[in-house]
């Protein structure tokens, strides 16, 4: 099933992104997270390439295996990123063979080590390049983009975040999911500014727990980078370690809350391979009546 299908509804949608581990430990370890997580019913989950395309036949290895032995959903991030246009359709190809039609189309980050992105001879150099071979080629397949609530690292003129965010929705894209933000002021803010360009697609919302100190630093040296708003900077410098964890779920709850209040399209999970914070937040709002 696509997505944009899955997103034809009134109600929000909820769905979650795990990243494919690095050995057999990591993969029993994902795989309980997924069975805990599976009674959560998730609209769809969607499964990153590591930074740089460093993890990509994982990649594939993870979004077939969850095809093969759930029934959910998944979507496939594919990147510009060290990969030809011949690459990218081998890529397609493979995911069409295994019953996968979604892909999350995105530019991606420079390997590790090259400070500037550069495109590699024979691919492609935006993601919007991306999405409309995905269209001319795949056009069964359903795309989604990413969309920069903060606003995007490598286009500080946000006029042209738009134009450039508007391009990739006309070349074919269905949706747009977020990257993740402390203050939902930024993702109102966002929505707004994509109506005003005239992008009427569903945007979904990005949202992650801080889960610790060292966890807050790592978002914060991302490239798209974060914004900690400094009420929520106050309650976590006022806190014990072993409480950070406990503020970081209780602060998304609410943003989740207001989130689906203001009607957004869905929300998705960032869960780092793990449950406990997701769960949390799905029975505090009873967002499922099996958890309630």
Known sequence: MQVKDILNT????????????????????????????????????????????????????????ITRETQITVVAHLTCVGSTRDEIRSILERYDENQTQ?????????????????????????AADLVQFIKEHFPHFGIGVAGFPEGHPATPNRLME???????????????CTQLFFDNRDFF???????????QVPIIAGIMPVSSRKGMQRMAELSAGSRFPAPLLKLIHQAKDDDVSEIGIHWATEQVRELVDRDVDGIHFYTLNKANATRRIYQTLQLNSALV
């Open 189 to 199: 803010d966002f929505r707004d500014r994509c109506r005003l360009a005239g992008i």
């Open 102 to 126: 979604n892909i999350l189309a995105l530019r991606g980050d420079p390997p590790r080590g090259q400070e500037e992105w550069i495109a590699t001879p024979g691919g492609f150099k935006y």
């Open 10 to 65: 009134d109600e929000p949608t909820f769905s979650f992104e795990f990243f494919p581990p690095k050995n057999e430990n990591g993969w029993e370890s994902l795989f309980n997270t997924i069975a805990d997580l599976r009674p959560l019913d998730p609209a769809y989950v969607s499964v990153t390439y590591g930074a740089g395309g460093s993890t990509r036949e994982l990649t594939h290895d993870l979004v077939e295996r």
């Open 162 to 176: 738009m134009q450039y965010l508007k391009e990739k929705v006309d070349a074919g894209a269905d949706y747009i």
